[in-house]
């Protein structure tokens, strides 16, 4: 069986070419903080200054404090996110605090998934989620382009074919 | 048959002769409502004493004229609507009275036959025929054909799965075994004996209606929970020995034969390749005598012991056989973890250890009870590296091996970097693990 292109075994070793996250993913996920964490806020406000007295209202703050807090956490995690095509596997790098690397040989993929809800959709951004024999194997790509979505899973797909090994 | 031009075609191609299952099967499902009654009675035990009370002769003998040639009817309807194939390729089951159900199990996919034969059905001369597939939950199973069909089916599908030709499938008969191990009854009863859950089962079992009995002074909590712990430690020790009689480990060119049993027979096969991960596992109390257990992981199957106990050597032997060209890699060779790792997992940091060799991973774990998990590096389908932030603070990493038997094997607390060139090292071993493994067909 043929694995590796014998022309990509010199850069083997290199560093991989990282590539991080499109802004899509941030924008959506900061603006759905900002609208529901708002709205909880003016409603908290409002329903404390008119039942318990203008005083209480200050509670409508903590929302906001936990706005700010998300905002900056998201963009972290958001630019914590990148992945790698390799020759011969897929890298994926994630998380800030739990750090998390996955390493996914193509010959080992059985299914690639591109995914987008009606509010990714909105947002114009699609998901790739590699499948392999494992369960435990969570290889997700969140956030990219659609058009990037695609020619990543039709990529994915074709090395696979060309690398492909049973269980 | 929407199309009867295309199914004639595919027909004239290549006929296949459906069969039966034996005709001893409609009795076995002539015990589903006796049993619906037992599980009724025992849920509610008052409401059933009272209806009993009621009951007179005539309405015993009416419900029972009802019932039994209900349940025959039933029996007999399942099995006249089960039908089942060989074609060259499939399995093919189809069943089911109201609700239709078709199965075809591509046989080059198949992870494990068993042959079982409860007390029951080997009074009757009958067997179970259970297959493994990847993906499915439930066992496709065939129950119950005779015991030589069952067994000549088996060589059957194996054949056919090993890619002999088709029309001499049918020939090439029962692949001749050699036997590579044999578990003395009496090893299994010592080491039965000395395995901490049955203690612990029996324990409770002795103690806690006891106390029970002098807290609550009700018969009912006392019977609710003694039943259970009763049953367990009985399962846990009575139920293992007779599981685990005459265990016999063999191995043929169909792959890895294991039979055991005392009053169920089991017969299992797994073909070449097929194992995934194995875990030799020796409890505390064995150690002296130098016993372990091996376990293994096959995709899509449930059973997963290999040996109850043996030999530490004969066990490592009976290992590189089924994982060819594998050697256990002796304790010491497993290197252990830093010394800081005491701040993420204490006095435990020490059981952790974790090497690769040119054919597997290992990593081990536990003090008292120690475990080592070999994954051979062509069944790893992926590889991970988790860092929390507590093992940030130590510069300690886990490297995760995900394999297709959905079992994770992880050598825990490794120094980060030497993590980071694991990973980068194992991903370029397991692709290139692949190249020398064994086909699916092994024998084409």
């Not at chain 2, 099967?25 to 059933?48: E, F, K, M």
């Not at chain 2, 294991?258 to 097929?274: A, F, K, S, Y």
Request: hydrophobic letters at 45%.
């Amino acid at each position: 069986m043929e694995t590796g292109s014998p022309e990509n075994v010199g850069t083997m070793r290199a560093e991989p070419v990282w590539i991080g996250l499109p802004p899509g993913l941030l924008r959506m996920r900061r603006l759905l903080l900002v609208v529901w964490l708002g709205l909880l806020a003016v409603g908290l406000g409002l329903l404390l200054g008119m039942l318990a007295g203008p005083g209480w209202a200050a509670f409508a703050l903590l929302p906001l404090a936990l706005m700010a807090w998300g905002w900056v956490m998201i963009g972290r995690n958001w630019r914590s996110w990148r992945y790698a095509e390799r020759a011969d596997d897929l890298l994926i790098s994630r998380g800030v605090l739990w750090r998390e690397e996955t390493v996914v040989p193509y010959g080992r993929m059985q299914l690639v998934e591109v995914t987008s809800g009606p509010v990714e959709r909105r947002f114009g951004l699609a998901s790739v989620q590699l499948h392999t024999a494992a369960a435990a194997t969570d290889a997700t790509i969140p956030g990219l382009h659609p058009a990037e979505a695609e020619r990543l899973r039709d990529r994915l797909t074709e090395l696979g074919e060309a690398r492909s090994a049973g269980l | 048959m929407t199309t009867p031009g295309v199914g004639d075609a595919i027909r004239e191609q290549r006929p296949v002769t459906e069969r039966r299952l034996h005709p001893v099967t409609p009795l076995r499902r002539a015990w589903a409502p006796v049993a619906v009654v037992i599980g009724w009675a025992v849920h509610d035990p008052d409401q059933a004493q009272r209806q009993l009370t009621r009951l007179t002769t005539t309405t015993l003998l009416i419900t029972l004229a009802v019932v039994v040639p209900a349940a025959a009817l039933y029996g007999f309807l399942t099995w006249w609507f089960t039908h089942f194939a060989v074609t060259d390729t499939e399995l093919r089951i189809r069943t089911g009275l109201v609700f239709r159900r078709s199965a075809h199990i591509r046989l080059e996919r198949i992870q494990a036959i068993d042959v079982t034969q409860p007390l029951l059905a080997r009074v009757a001369g009958v067997a179970k025929l259970k297959l493994d597939v990847v993906g499915t939950d439930k066992k496709d199973e065939l129950s119950f054909l005779g015991a030589d069909e069952a067994r000549a089916l088996r060589a059957e599908l194996l054949a056919r799965a090993a890619g002999f030709a088709p029309e001499t499938a049918h020939e090439v008969g029962e692949a001749p075994s050699r036997e590579l191990l044999r578990v003395p009854a009496g090893v299994l009863a010592v080491s039965l004996v000395l395995t901490g859950a049955t203690w612990g089962t029996l324990a409770a079992a002795l103690v806690v209606p006891p106390v029970l009995w002098l807290a609550t002074e009700s018969a009912w909590t006392v019977l609710a929970t003694a039943v259970p712990l009763l049953g367990a430690a009985g399962a846990s020790s009575v139920g293992r020995f007779v599981g685990e009689y005459d265990w016999t480990v063999g191995e043929s060119p169909d792959g890895l034969r294991i039979d055991h049993g005392l009053l169920d027979r089991t017969h299992e096969t797994v073909p070449p390749g097929r194992v995934q991960t194995v875990r030799i596992v020796e409890p505390l109390l064995w150690r002296r005598r130098g016993w372990v257990r091996v376990e293994l992981d096959v995709a899509g199957s449930s059973n997963s012991v290999l040996i109850p106990v043996a030999p530490r050597e004969v066990a490592e032997s009976v290992v590189a056989r089924v994982l060819p060209g594998v050697t256990v890699p002796p304790r010491a060779s497993l290197s252990g973890v830093p010394r800081r790792a005491k701040w993420c997992v204490p006095v435990w940091w020490r059981g952790y250890g974790f090497v690769a060799t040119d054919a597997v991973f290992a990593a081990r774990q536990g003090l008292l009870r120690r475990s080592v998990a070999l994954v051979p590096h062509a069944k790893v389908q992926s590889v991970r590296l988790v860092q929390g932030p507590w093992e940030r603070v130590w510069r300690l990493a886990e490297v995760h091996v995900d394999t297709g038997a959905d079992k994770t094997v992880t050598a825990r607390l490794r120094d980060a970097e030497e993590a980071a060139e694991l990973l980068r090292e194992q991903a370029e071993r397991s692709r290139t693990g692949r190249r020398d493994a064994r086909p699916d067909r092994w024998m084409a």
